[in-house]
């Protein structure tokens, strides 16, 4: 027995040196039913289950292990790690303070310390621990890497960029330090030096699942199609990474690569069910995932992704003069060119200032365009917050004793949802920019209408839902129908001259297999006539040609709009349309605002989420319910009869004419009254 046993230990051993892990997991588990408490068949079953990738395995049998050698630094030095890899931070801790008390004063034991403090959002005890590490080994790159990881995660990125370069100049090939680099040039908007920080580190560690994943994100925000191929890298070394397969699924419906988007949208919704971070909620809004699964996976984002710092309590006045103005701030990375910035144009401008004083908050770099021009001029006062840290951020803006705190981002790219989960204003409001919940405890009120949020959906939305009298959507009427001039020419479109003109001008990810089925349906057998998009990447409209190929459609038939030099020249030349198709899911929503100011019929589906209902609000608003289908049948038979029955379409474009001179859609003087008349009842509720 006890030779069998020997001999069994040393072919556990060998298999472990020469990395056999399966094996020597086999053999040490073998062992362990024989002799439970074998001090090295623990170790070699926890370490090989944790160099497997199986962290939360691993740490049952080091911890077993160590319970008998409690001494023993290297095994706590194992067990911390893969405790804290496990996200068992606060067991990590406890582990790292016995390690501490066996060798005190040793800065990689307080480096991963403070590590393991950092995730457990214990910041000041994470911040003493590097310190005391620097302190003790002012050259110990590890230590100045780990400081600008805490620093970048409290959003002080230019303190953090110090950090990390220090590190690098004392360890050039530490490829952690290079990606981490990258994210916090990245945060600063400094895309192109952060795009060479990732390849710096991938040329180092070209299995660095992370460091890919950090350089699909910088090639999606530089409009470069590597970020596919970057995500895909980072997917296959790492597929459990937080958040990667959202992102892969945004890089392939982005590119309409349907191949991959429908198995990736299907293991999204089955993970995101079973509570795992696989998706940024924005993503999600694409896809069939239900009202109810939106907001589980926005209240998994932000666990993961807002910091569970301690909020600091803020008065509400509790009487207010009725003569005294009501101070709101508006919160945007958007005010710029860009849907939400020429939406709130006229709106900010039309504020009654007689009861409102109406602050910008600016997240975004400026970029001097015209729109944030206007709005700086607009606004009564404005706060430029990009570049500026968190707690900074909270502290200047409470100072200003904002009454409402507007967030017009939600959980959409550039947001700064930190700021509002700890409180800048006694009420905060989620607003327009994002059609879904932000699944969290600290807004106030979301602001909808009953059709984009049935009022028997409140159940799946964190926030109470304010309800306007009508489309909750503003729409820019700044540039007058009479002043769109001539209707451009067919051809200078790249439209034929004669045929039926369908058209989409939404984002390409927001085009789905089956209603392209249903719009290549439509071409078969509608003779000449053509679909109108707006111009994706290049990888996109080769892979829409090749799926229209696939359905028998030549791909001439599809037309691929250019940008326009102004939103004026946009307006104009949609009159060439003839029906505009709209996407289910995720409906066109400032573009749909935009064709049914120049007079354009849109077709919707109405969906089951806000995103997907957001079209049928507008065309409500309008008068012209009867654009709103519910099935694919409808939508197609809808279409086809339009189509095909000249004098249907043309008394559906007489409606709108004659509903648009007193349509509440088009009227942004009401809308902005009936929306203060939230903001009043939200703050005054006595008055």
Not at 66 to 78: C, G, I
Not at 184 to 208: C, I, M, T, V, W
Request: proline share 5%; charged share 20%; with cysteine.
């Amino acid at each position: 027995m006890n030779q069998a046993y020997s001999s069994m230990t040393q072919q556990m051993l060998k298999a472990f040196q020469e990395q056999h892990l399966e094996t020597a997991e086999r053999l040490a588990k073998t062992i362990l039913k024989v002799t439970p408490k074998d001090l090295v068949a623990l170790q070699v079953h926890g370490l090989s289950l944790a160099m497997q990738g199986r962290v939360a395995e691993s740490v049952a049998p080091l911890y077993k292990a160590a319970q008998q050698d409690q001494k023993n630094p290297e095994l706590l030095s194992n067990l911390a790690k893969a405790q804290q890899g496990a996200n068992l931070y606060e067991d990590a801790i406890q582990t790292y303070k016995k390690l501490d008390r066996l060798i005190p004063n040793n800065p990689q034991i307080l480096t991963d310390m403070a590590t393991a403090f950092a995730k457990a959002k214990k910041y000041d005890d994470a911040k003493s621990m590097i310190d005391k590490a620097i302190e003790l080994a002012p050259d110990y790159f590890l230590a100045w890497s780990n400081l600008g990881n805490l620093l970048s995660e409290l959003t002080f990125t230019s303190e953090a960029l110090i950090c990390y370069e220090k590190a690098l100049d004392l360890n050039p090939s530490y490829a952690e330090a290079w990606t981490n680099y990258g994210n916090a040039l990245f945060d600063l908007g400094r895309l192109q030096e952060a795009r060479l920080a990732h390849e710096k580190s991938l040329s180092l560690n070209p299995n660095y699942a992370e460091a890919w994943s950090n350089y699909g994100n910088t090639l999606l925000e530089l409009k470069d199609p590597g970020d596919y191929e970057a995500y895909q890298k980072a997917y296959l070394l790492k597929p459990d990474h937080p958040f990667l397969i959202g992102q892969l699924l945004m890089a392939a419906t982005c590119r309409c690569d349907w191949s991959k988007s429908q198995f990736l949208s299907e293991r999204i919704s089955l993970l995101a069910g079973s509570g795992e971070p696989v998706a940024h909620p924005f993503i999600l809004l694409q896809t069939n995932a239900s009202a109810q699964l939106q907001k589980s996976c926005a209240e998994i984002f932000l666990k993961h992704r807002v910091l569970g710092c301690p909020v600091q309590p803020i008065s509400v006045n509790k009487f207010f003069d009725k003569n005294e103005k009501i101070r709101i701030g508006y919160f945007s990375s958007d005010f710029k060119e860009h849907p939400v910035g020429i939406l709130m144009q006229n709106l900010v401008k039309m504020h009654d200032r007689s009861r409102f004083e109406v602050y910008g908050f600016f997240l975004n770099q400026k970029t001097g365009d015209s729109i944030e021009k206007g709005l700086t001029e607009n606004f009564d006062h404005t706060v430029d917050l990009f570049g500026v840290n968190d707690l900074a951020a909270v502290d200047s803006i409470r100072k200003l004793s904002l009454d409402i705190a507007i967030d017009l981002n939600g959980l959409t790219s550039g947001a700064r949802t930190i700021l509002f989960a700890q409180k800048i204003a006694p009420v905060q409001v989620n607003y327009l920019g994002y059609a879904g919940t932000s699944g969290g405890d600290f807004y106030n009120a979301l602001i909808a209408d009953r059709i984009a949020i049935p009022p028997e959906d409140q159940i799946h939305f964190s926030e109470k839902i304010a309800y306007l009298p009508n489309s909750f959507f503003p729409v820019e009427t700044g540039i007058s129908y009479e002043s769109f001039g001539e209707i451009p020419s067919r051809l200078s479109q790249g439209l034929p001259e004669s045929g039926f003109v369908f058209a989409c001008f939404n984002n390409s990810y927001k085009i789905t297999p089956k209603i392209f089925d249903v719009w290549m349906n439509l071409l078969k057998q509608i003779p000449g006539s053509v679909l109108w998009l707006s111009k994706p990447s290049a990888t996109a409209i080769k892979n829409l040609q090749s799926e229209a190929n696939s359905r028998g459609v030549d791909t001439s038939r599809l037309i691929f709009a250019m940008r326009t030099h102004s939103r004026k020249e946009h307006l104009s030349r949609l009159r060439l349309a003839d029906l505009f198709l709209d996407t289910p899911n995720y409906n066109a929503h400032a573009t749909a605002a935009d064709a049914l100011w120049a007079g354009l019929p849109i077709l919707t589906l109405i969906g089951e989420t806000f995103a997907g209902r957001v079209a049928a609000s507008q065309l409500s608003a309008l008068g012209m319910k009867e654009m709103i289908v519910h099935s694919d049948e409808e939508y197609y038979d809808k279409a086809f009869a339009l189509a095909t029955q000249p004098d249907l379409l043309k008394n559906i474009r007489n409606q709108m004419q004659v509903n648009r001179r007193s349509s509440p859609l088009f009227d942004t003087k009401q809308y902005v009254k009936d929306l203060e008349s939230i903001y009043l009842g939200l703050v005054k509720p006595s008055i």
